[in-house]
């Protein structure tokens, strides 16, 4: 299974991309969880403390390995350097590993946000392209409010793409573009998962909101989810509840999938 997780900022997809990552992890399975948000908070929210996660540098700021996988310095554009650098060993070689789960932050430079053939968004590119097509773990992918690091060769092959709303406008005129952006990329299938919802007139905005939308589940808003965070203890063993409500909506994907 490969899923790919978006939304505004702030919506809790750092949240599920973590529960989910545990929810296979427990099924034996191997899971490489990918922070392709800027503002990485994935390993917080996976229950590493604030010193290990201090530890693991984000691939974008590591101008080594950018130079001897791509044969140019970050930063440099216009010049030459490989396009399809080596990547299959950087999860074994890089990675975080916790209880079944290998942890990569993608980091992101300037000159990488304007989309531009530089060596760093090259390298991180490929290993994306790398980790959806060429691996057999599982992999999850907490992706900032868009969907930059997707290309079309890489958009084909993620088997789920979530869409995390909460009740308001924004957040559902973000869930449209995302959709419209994702579809146009070739992503197979988009759900959408209602999260902070306090009620049924919560829930019913965002269903009548959806249109062509597929919703795969909703959680509630639970002050545990907040309280975890506060502590720095990962949600999956915070709120018993939430991960209830995650293993449904995984177990729906997965049912509509086929899996």
Do not use: W
Request: proline residues 3%.
């Amino acid at each position: 299974m490969k899923i790919a997780i978006t939304g505004k900022g702030g919506v809790g997809k750092t949240t599920i991309a973590s529960i989910l990552s545990y929810l296979f992890a427990q099924e034996g399975k191997r899971v490489i969880a990918v922070d392709a948000d800027p503002d990485a908070n994935l390993a917080s929210a996976l229950g590493i403390s604030k010193e290990e996660a201090e530890k693991i540098r984000p691939i974008a700021d590591m101008p080594e390995l950018i130079e001897e996988r791509t044969g140019a310095k970050p930063g440099s554009m216009g010049g030459i350097f490989k396009l399809n650098p080596r990547v299959d060993d950087l999860p074994e070689g890089i990675g975080y590993r916790l209880n079944g789960i290998t942890v990569l932050i993608m980091g992101k430079s300037k000159a990488a946000a304007s989309g531009c053939y530089c060596p760093e968004n090259v390298l991180l590119r490929r290993l994306l392209k790398h980790l959806m097509i060429e691996r057999n773990e599982v992999i999850i992918v907490d992706m900032e409010a868009g969907i930059e690091h997707l290309t079309r060769g890489t958009a084909g092959s993620v088997d789920a793409f979530i869409v995390v709303v909460e009740p308001g406008q924004r957040s559902i005129q973000t869930a449209r573009t995302v959709y419209d952006m994702a579809e146009g990329l070739g992503v197979k299938k988009v759900f959408v998962v209602a999260n902070k919802i306090r009620g049924n007139d919560d829930l019913n905005f965002i269903r009548n909101n959806l249109e062509n939308m597929e919703l795969a589940g909703s959680i509630k808003f639970n002050d545990l989810m907040m309280e975890a965070d506060i502590k720095g203890i990962a949600a999956y063993a915070y709120s018993p509840e939430t991960v209830d409500e995650v293993k449904n909506i995984k177990s729906k994907i997965e049912e509509i999938l086929n899996y």
